[in-house]
């Protein structure tokens, strides 16, 4: 096992990973930006270091300058927690040109799954279901013909990157142009690769994901589902497990699929499969991520198992404890994202300083933050101010338990979207379970938060 860590990233998962080091004895260093000299992680962690100012290039992503803050602190391995440079192949390579142990994938798994369109091409050739599409199409030209085959509507996607951009929904053909220069322009200039590819678009569906984890000798083991159905703009706002729209049989097979998906790359480390589920319950593989999810906690509530811990064990080559006959998830968990923003103002982002701060609590209630009384939320970096996360026996306890945690949490100084959670978590399609990506859901509920 390492002896000191470098975490690369900020927030709640930065004391999320502090947190597992700290029960296991593992020593911590702290990163931050100027704006981040007073958050709760520099305050927790064994060191710190300010890496840049505050926009998250010149920090957070500034790569040379965290090889040499592990470098100066004599840190084994770098955590890079999830977004920042956790998917990012380049830094993955540079922590093992210097030595240092990158918790996560494999580099050139991270560059294989990052491409999308070599991805599809992969998890075909596993056996893995994809849903149809296209190679990628160059011109637009190109994608004209490529849609006669995929069929209408379609989605162009970006080849690289993530994260809802460099997406456009085309209903008929007229739309394809344009939808594909957006496309293009857009991920060109977020992730410097234009490259799109053509998908057929699945509706109604559920966005469903299988928890994955690998050691360095080959061994996988799936721990259950996620439905992260309910979303806004392709952002996950709540996520539970188990999902109610899959069979025992289905999840069988989603589960054998994310297993293949995983061998078919040599995977190791924590990853995620995710796959939609189509209405007749087909389901296909979208993409895999390459890291920790903001998620976790929904399977780590239903199985007892600490994925960072793991990703901690595995990334310094120790094999897993368990194998996928241990694996029984018991209840049900909810995780709702609180995010600093106004829901009846087209959920702007807000910002502000925490004037009380008041944490529900009771037997398997968890916000996982970075906030505190006193604390002013910077304006650079993204809105979360924490995740809610319960659980209970039945998918109905559940919720009302997370309603309750909902009606507790005091953030005051902040507007934040706690009202539209509940709004959504009260909504007929949630109650029934029967409700898909790109729902009616949301709007239901804006209104009733307003």
């Known amino acids: 096992m390492f002896s000191k860590i470098l975490i690369a990233n900020r927030g709640e998962v930065a004391i999320r990973v502090i947190r597992a080091c700290r029960e296991m004895g593992v020593a911590t260093v702290a990163v931050c930006s ?19 100012p505050a926009r998250a290039r010149d920090s957070y992503l500034n790569q040379a300058a965290i090889i040499s803050a592990a470098l100066a602190t004599h840190a084994e391995a770098i955590h890079p927690g999830y977004g920042f440079l956790s998917e990012n192949a380049e830094f993955a390579e540079l922590c093992e040109r210097f030595g240092i142990a990158f918790i996560g994938a494999p580099a050139s798994v991270i560059a294989l799954m990052g491409d999308k369109d070599e991805a599809r091409r992969t998890m075909l050739a596993a056996g893995v279901p994809v ?70 678009f699945v509706a ?49 097979a989603m589960t054998r699929s994310a297993v293949a998906a995983a061998k078919a790359v040599d995977y190791i480390g924590v990853g995620t499969v995710e796959f939609l589920l189509d209405g007749a319950g087909n389901y296909y593989f979208m993409e895999m991520n390459t890291r920790l999810q903001v998620e976790h906690p929904v ?20 094999s897993l404890g368990f194998a996928q006959a241990d694996i029984t998830p018991r209840g049900h968990a909810l995780e709702c994202r ?77 507007t934040h979207n706690a009202e539209y959670l509940a709004a959504l978590l009260a909504a007929p399609e949630f109650v029934s379970g029967k409700y898909f990506v790109n729902s009616d859901i949301l709007t239901n509920a804006t209104e009733v938060a307003e």
């Open 34 to 52: 100027e704006a981040d000299r007073d958050a709760l992680h520099v305050s927790l962690s064994d060191e710190s270091c300010c890496i840049g």
């Open 131 to 200: 849903i149809p599409g296209s190679d990628c199409v160059a011109s637009v030209a190109a994608a004209v013909a490529a849609a006669e085959t995929v069929g209408y509507p379609l989605m162009v996607k970006a080849r690289a990157g993530g994260g809802g951009r460099g997406i456009r929904r085309v209903e008929e053909p007229a739309e394809l142009e344009g939808a594909f220069n957006a496309a293009t322009a857009e991920a060109a200039a977020a992730f410097g690769d234009g490259a799109v590819y053509l998908e057929r």
């Open 204 to 252: 109604p569906a559920k966005h469903v994901e299988m928890q994955l984890i690998a050691d360095s000798r080959g061994n996988v083991v799936c721990l259950g589902e996620r439905d992260c159905s309910v979303q806004r703009k392709h952002q996950k706002l709540i996520e539970e497990s188990p999902c109610t729209a899959l069979t025992d049989e289905t999840r069988a």
């Open 299 to 318: 399977t780590e509530l239903t199985t007892g198992i600490d994925l960072v811990k793991w990703q901690l064990r595995v990334a310094s080559g120790q």
């Open 338 to 414: 609180v995010n600093a923003e106004d829901s009846a103002n087209n959920h702007r982002p807000s910002g502000g300083r925490v004037t009380t701060l008041h944490v529900p609590g009771g037997p398997w209630v968890r916000f996982d933050t970075a906030i505190y009384g006193g604390y002013e939320i910077p304006p650079f970096y993204d809105s979360l101010l924490g995740k809610l996360i319960v659980h209970a026996a039945t998918r109905d306890e559940a919720i009302r338990k997370m309603k309750a945690a909902l009606a507790e949490l005091t953030i005051d100084g902040v």
